[in-house]
T-cell receptor
Framework: KAGVTQTPRYLIKTRGQQVTLSCSPISGHRSVSWYQQTPGQGLQFLFEYFSETQRNKGNFPGRFSGRQFSNSRSEMNVSTLELGDSALYLC??????????????FGPGTRLLVL | AQSVTQLGSHVSVSEGALVLLRCNYSSSVPPYLFWYVQYPNQGLQLLLKYTSAATLVKGINGFEAEFKKSETSFHLTKPSAHMSDAAEYFCAVSVRTGNQFYFGTGTSLTVIP
């Protein structure tokens, strides 16, 4: 079974631009979560989607948004980029078993650099 | 409220020495517990997980962890550290309430030759 894939792997943008990152989950996984990882703040939860609905959300400004498609693929968008948005963005997918996420499987991440 | 606490953001051990990374959780319901490892510029890789079966869980690369309900702990151990074990380690918990996954702040393991 193919793992979680994320595209692109690397991205350079300038302040004020917007960016869209893509995540394809493991086949059969309906839950997709996004995380931001920086040296200073560690691993921070952005949001989780399940069956095309945002189910959980972290404490990030409205510039960060996401969506999930009917095939469970997910995208996240960051508008009006700031220098502080430079980070590794990780996507994870999971199966739901007995009403909870069983295991999160991570993609390799997208490294975003904002200049 | 659910949370995960990893004691020690940095741990150094000598090659061949015991590795012990600490994780405590708070959960009002029986949790699923996980340890992940992350190498530089990579995603997180599952090391092992506890899902209410055997309390001593064996994972990849010689790691194991023991679920202790009375201590609300899930510490990660390896009898003999190898240079390739140097990485960031994350403890995580999955709970039914709100269907959420919580990660600890991570522990950076350094192995000294």
């Amino acid at each position: 079974k193919a793992g979680v894939t994320q595209t692109p792997r690397y991205l350079i943008k300038t302040r004020g631009q917007q960016v869209t990152l893509s995540c394809s989950p493991i086949s059969g996984h309906r839950s997709v979560s996004w995380y931001q990882q920086t040296p200073g703040q560690g691993l921070q939860f952005l949001f989780e989607y399940f069956s095309e609905t945002q189910r959980n959300k972290g404490n990030f400004p409205g510039r960060f948004s996401g969506r999930q498609f009917s095939n469970s693929r997910s995208e996240m968008n960051v508008s009006t980029l700031e220098l502080g948005d430079s980070a590794l963005y990780l996507c994870a997918s999971s199966l739901e078993v007995a009403g909870r996420q069983e295991t999160q499987y991570f993609g390799p991440g997208t490294r975003l650099l904002v200049l | 409220a659910q949370s995960v606490t990893q004691l020690g953001s940095h741990v150094s051990v000598s090659e061949g020495a015991l590795v012990l990374l600490r994780c405590n959780y708070s959960s009002s319901v029986p949790p699923y517990l996980f340890w992940y490892v992350q190498y530089p510029n990579q995603g997180l890789q599952l090391l092992l997980k506890y899902t209410s079966a055997a309390t001593l869980v064996k994972g990849i690369n010689g790691f194991e962890a023991e679920f202790k309900k009375s201590e609300t702990s899930f510490h990660l151990t390896k009898p003999s550290a190898h240079m390739s074990d140097a990485a960031e380690y994350f403890c995580a918990v999955s709970v039914r309430t709100g269907n959420q996954f919580y990660f600890g702040t991570g522990t950076s393991l350094t192995v000294i030759p």
